[in-house]
């Protein structure tokens, strides 16, 4: 099967809160239908008592009928093939396993306890993210 590939490009995505980063590194490349997203998130203060959520590339928008849940509010039990893993300053990590459709141009990513995100983001603490997310508009071939 032949695919619609891209080669890896940069992006700046917006976060949903001001979370205190002191750098992100974010890329993405397509493959058929999908945009595939992989990131990096440094804390440089505290977070915030609210859920990590990041933007795709500007002009993207989620397919719905390839998400798996319903996507009405907020997408609450919405999955996005993904995964993430959190490591905290003190050298633990913690990983996430649920990445889910936060509104049609926003992933967010919830730890496995269930917890928000940001409550737990601290000085130093840093972020890995995949993502492989279905836009709307593209095709498999």
Not at 49 to 70: H, K, M, Q, W
Not at 90 to 119: L, N, P, R
Request: aromatic share 18%.
């Amino acid at each position: 099967m032949s695919y619609t590939t891209t080669m890896p490009a940069t992006f700046t995505p917006s976060f949903s809160t001001s979370l205190n980063l002191s750098s992100s590194s974010f890329m993405w490349y397509r493959r058929g239908q999908f945009c595939y997203i992989e990131g990096q998130v440094f804390w440089g203060g505290a977070g915030t008592a609210s859920e990590f959520r990041f933007g795709l590339p500007s002009t993207f928008v989620i397919d719905p009928n390839y998400v798996c849940g319903s996507t009405s509010q907020g997408g609450a039990t919405a999955s996005i093939f993904g995964w993430c893993e959190w490591w905290k300053n003190t050298g633990t990590s913690h990983q996430v396993i649920w990445t889910h459709y936060a509104s049609a141009t926003m992933i967010g990513m919830w730890e496995t306890t269930g917890q928000w995100w940001g409550s737990f983001a601290a000085n130093t603490d840093s972020l890995n993210l995949y993502a492989k997310v279905p836009i709307q508009g593209w095709t498999g071939g």
